[in-house]
């Protein structure tokens, strides 16, 4: 079976529409996704079945060898799931606001009740709270839902980098002790990474300690080994299973860290767009690398293209 692949092919939007519009979930097996240069795509786990959003959305249950072209509530630009809500499907929309399925993509409702208009750039489950949505809203910061989407208010600007706002572009909520309440909401941005405690007190930096050390310190020590600087963070995401485990897409490559984000290893050469962790398994991950959706199972040691296995 051929990868499947984010392409300049201009037969994409007609094959999506075609299916869909007829209710058809046709099984795709290499099914190529044509679209514009710089089209934007997400990638999510839902339990074991990997989530594929290009404007359509396609579903995958056997590690990508065959495709479902599954009903979608818009042009989608972002994806969250949850390990402990199998089935609930977040999606952030270019136009519409947020749209949320109960059955995996099989349907959708609207939640946009005190969101703003404009681009869902990034969406976030909470770690320890399937109900509580984020929502990073191109030009008005990071919105927070406590109910599961029904209703929204703002939880935090978007954050100050290199003397100016940045907008978050990736978002993962991070079980980790250092936070206020175990919890850390990370942003990658145009510029870098970031991140706010759930108390919504502060962007900070990523480095060792825990937040109030941050919060008191004066200037950050420099990090170890960060993330290059001045590229777009297109995808982030956190293993549930082992919440330290992070990845990170960026035009550089795919990224890889096991202590929350303060060290980094590059763990593929090839441009990275997407990336998403299994929610048991902290070393099975997809992501799409120079356009092609590949698999690991190692953590980002060794990729195989879909279909392959």
Request: proline content about 6%; overall charge negative; hydrophobic content about 45%.
């Amino acid at each position: 079976m051929k990868s499947i692949e984010i392409g300049c092919r201009p037969n994409r939007r007609k094959v999506l529409t075609a299916a869909l519009s007829i209710g058809v979930a046709s099984m795709l097996p290499g099914f190529a996704l044509a679209a514009s240069d710089g089209d934007p795509a997400a990638l999510a786990f839902d339990g074991d079945t990997i989530l594929l959003a290009s404007r359509g959305l396609l579903v995958s249950d056997d590690d990508g060898r065959t495709w479902t072209a599954a009903k979608t509530p818009g042009n989608v630009l972002s994806l969250a799931t949850h390990r402990d809500r199998p089935g609930r499907v977040v999606a952030g929309l270019a136009v519409g606001g947020v749209s949320i399925s109960e059955d995996g993509g099989a349907s959708w409702r609207v939640s946009d009740a005190g969101l703003p208009d404009g681009e869902i750039n990034a969406v976030a489950i909470a770690s320890r709270n399937s109900d509580m949505i984020y929502a990073s809203v191109r030009g008005d910061g990071l919105w927070k839902s406590e109910d599961a989407g029904a209703t929204w208010s703002l939880a935090m600007d978007r954050p100050w980098l290199d003397d100016a706002e940045r907008e978050p572009l990736a978002l993962a909520s991070v079980e980790l002790e250092t936070g206020m309440g175990g919890i850390w909401i990370y942003a990658g941005t145009e510029v870098g990474l970031t991140r706010v405690p759930d108390c919504f007190c502060r962007w900070q930096d990523v480095q060792p300690g825990n937040a109030m050390d941050a919060l008191v310190a004066g200037e950050a020590p420099p990090s170890e080994a960060p993330l290059p600087g001045g590229q777009p963070i297109l995808s982030l995401a956190s293993a549930p299973s082992a919440p330290e485990v992070m990845y990170a897409a960026l035009r550089s490559g795919l990224w890889a860290s096991q202590d929350g984000g303060v060290i980094w290893q590059k763990r593929a050469s090839i441009a990275a767009t997407a990336v998403a962790v299994h929610p048991r398994d902290e070393t099975y991950i997809a992501a799409l690398l120079g356009g092609i959706l590949k698999i690991s199972r190692d953590g980002g040691a060794t990729w195989i293209e879909t279909g392959e296995q």
